[in-house]
């Protein structure tokens, strides 16, 4: 069993960055994969980027591509989201999600989630 815990949410203007944090314990998380999605208010759970339990692949939703930019540190057993020129839109519950083997951009591939971290963006 994994659990995840996000931090380093929190309210910030347009144009403004912020660095998510989730960090895992249970299991390393060297053999799952990483994702992070996001859900904003009235809407469903979208993908946002993920990457591979090495680190060697990584993929992007369109609205984040040139933004926001995913890590992981196995070593701390964490996996980061750098999000920069941050837009109102942005404005969301984060959540990280892990699951092994390949990585997947559907909530539903997913087995273990986070309990979120909220997002706001002001204009």
């Known amino acids: 069993q994994v659990q995840l815990v996000e931090s380093g949410g929190g309210l910030v203007q347009a144009g403004g960055s912020l660095r998510l944090s989730c960090a895992a314990s249970?299991?390393?998380?060297?053999?799952?994969?990483m994702g992070w999605f996001r859900q904003a208010l009235g809407k469903e759970r979208e993908f946002v980027a993920a990457?591979?339990?090495?680190?060697?692949?990584?993929n992007y939703s369109d609205f984040v591509k040139g933004r926001f930019t995913i890590s992981r540190d196995n070593v701390k057993n964490t996996v980061y989201l750098q999000m920069n020129s941050l837009k109102p839109e942005d404005t969301a519950v984060y959540y990280c999600?892990?699951?092994?083997?390949?990585?997947?951009?559907?909530?539903?591939?997913?087995?273990?989630w986070g309990q979120g971290t909220q997002v706001t963006v002001s204009s």
């Open positions: 999600a892990g699951r092994r083997l390949n990585m997947r951009v559907l909530p539903d591939d997913y087995d273990y």
């Open positions: 249970g299991r390393t998380l060297n053999m799952y994969a």
């Open positions: 990457i591979s339990s090495s680190g060697g692949f990584i």
